[in-house]
């Protein structure tokens, strides 16, 4: 099945190929940096790109000479803002339909088709400004596709950090089979659910041999299962500490879809690196993010997807799914204003899929409205994110050595974070990509 993606994956850079590459050295003339976010942005300044990566950063406007690079293109963005690109951590970049739609297109769509709309959606994230990625679940490998597929050069699209298929007990949040006749079942995977320790251990091992590069599993209901047990736990003590255990024995990340107060207790205490959603946080919960070191990713955004589809369509959602969103959309943000003051470490991620790809900054402004300063939130979205994804020494920061990952804004993010929502030029990993 993967190679088969790949195949369509080359296939489909016919329409969405990579921009030309830059020259060999680029210059580039910032009129503002932030090249360490969490710390004071510079004015006028000059990087050198080389190979793929910051070689120099300079004050001033300097010409490629004075940096042993004559010849080098130069880049003028003496009236932008330039800082490092993007990392969204929790994104699905196979669909973002969604509702009762997204159930008629998973039942019809063949792969190959999927495999097209997760090329097109990353190649829309990374024209958002976002060039790492961090998808948490799909149903038929493309995105392990497109991730490969991206770090060849094949195609462009965002640096992608990938979790295969997600794992839940059975009747949770991940099981496909929720909601649908069961003559159906039989012709849809289902050994990404578990019960039990020696069946939670192999469904993690399942994943593994697939070769993705971190563990997503849940420990409560989701809003969107189609099935109306609540946001609660759904998974025992030792089915958690077994998916948590064995993910790490492999030396994987776990990311771990949470509401409910109980299931974020339960990932915690089981060692879990990162908590998505985390609606319902409490001062227990919150002592173990501290604890643990965890990352909390928000992921406020999804309420614009819930909210624009409900405009547009009452009935765009079963009543059973539709309750949960009612009460989501009500308690969004709560979480966040408790955890941030306290000094949680707050990662950037916005269930795009849910919401729209390519509108993935549509989460700062909920960051900023739920207690964040800008600057806060960029971290979250940069240093903090690199650092989660384990990737801090590559990604996050404009430094010598690390990869030439540069947005650049009208206006200034620090002052007004919604700039962040229409980018002016990209450039990943030393190559410019188009707009």
Known sequence: MKKSLQGIAVLACAALLATPALAEDTVIHAGHLLDRPGKAPRGASTLLVRDGRISAVKAGFLEPAALGAAGARVVDLRERFVLPGLIDCHVHLESDTGGVAGLVEDLTLSDAAIAYNTLANGRKTLQAGFTTVR???????????????VATGLVDGPRIVDAGRSISTTSGHMDAWLGLREELHESISHDNVCDGVESCRRAVRLQVGRGVDLIKIATTGGVNSRIGTGLGAQAFEDEVRALV????LYGKKVAVH???????????????????????LGEEEIRLFLKNKAYYVPTLSTVNGYIERLAANPDAYS??????????????????????????????????????????????ELMVKNGMPAAEAIVAATVNAAELLGLGAEIGSLEPGKRADLVAVEGDPLEDVTVLKKMAWVMKDGRQIGL
């Open 135 to 149: 998808n948490l679940g799909d149903g038929t490998g493309a995105t392990l596709a497109l991730r490969d597929a």
């Open 245 to 248: 255990d064995t993910a790490h």
């Open 319 to 364: 009543p059973e799914v539709k309750a949960k969103i009612e009460w989501r959309i009500g308690v969004t943000g709560k979480s966040l204003q408790a955890a941030y003051p306290r000094g949680v470490k707050i990662a950037f991620g916005t269930d795009a899929g849910v919401s729209k790809h390519g509108r993935n900054a549509d989460e700062f």
């Open 258 to 280: 949470a509401h409910g107060a109980d299931g974020i207790r339960l990932a915690l205490a089981a060692g879990a690196d990162s908590i998505e959603h985390g609606t319902l």
